[in-house]
């Protein structure tokens, strides 16, 4: 097994069978909150080297996924992001640009139900299955 870490940045196929493999780790829900449905894919067009897919380049299986963004931190407990709908609006604003990051902060992992397990992933559709997560 020759297990490496790899950005959507560098391979965007990667993390499209990434979202497609973990989709099931999420509920529902958090594909159509206010401030995280519509955000949701904008983290692989504005922050796709913070996208990450953990990736057995022996295999060719996704073994996991992980999603991060870069977000302002003072350093303080007060000036920590109340929730995951704070940081992505702070990191992805509707207008302007966000702050100047100093803190990269995780907002999901997700291991398939099937990974470590032989047999082939399913087939990628393409886009972005998370999208809205």
Not at 18 to 26: K, L, R, V, W, Y
Not at 33 to 41: A, F, K, Q, T
Not at 69 to 76: E, H, L, S
Request: proline share 11%; with cysteine.
């Amino acid at each position: 097994m020759s297990v490496r870490i790899v950005s959507a940045l560098a391979r965007p196929d990667l993390a499209d069978r990434a979202d497609q493999a973990t989709a099931d780790a999420f509920p529902e829900y958090n594909k159509h909150g206010d401030v995280l449905g519509p955000r949701w894919s904008r983290l692989y067009q504005e922050y796709p080297a913070y996208q990450l897919v953990l990736w057995d380049d022996a295999t060719d299986q996704v073994l996991g996924e992980a999603n991060t963004i870069p977000c302002r931190y003072d350093g303080t407990l007060h000036g920590l992001p109340r929730g995951i709908d704070e940081v992505i609006a702070s990191g992805l604003p509707d207008m302007g640009a966000p702050p100047e990051p100093t803190a990269l902060c995780a907002l999901a992992i997700a291991i398939p139900s099937r990974a470590g397990k032989p047999g082939p992933e399913p087939a990628a559709a393409g886009g972005n299955a998370g999208a809205g997560r």
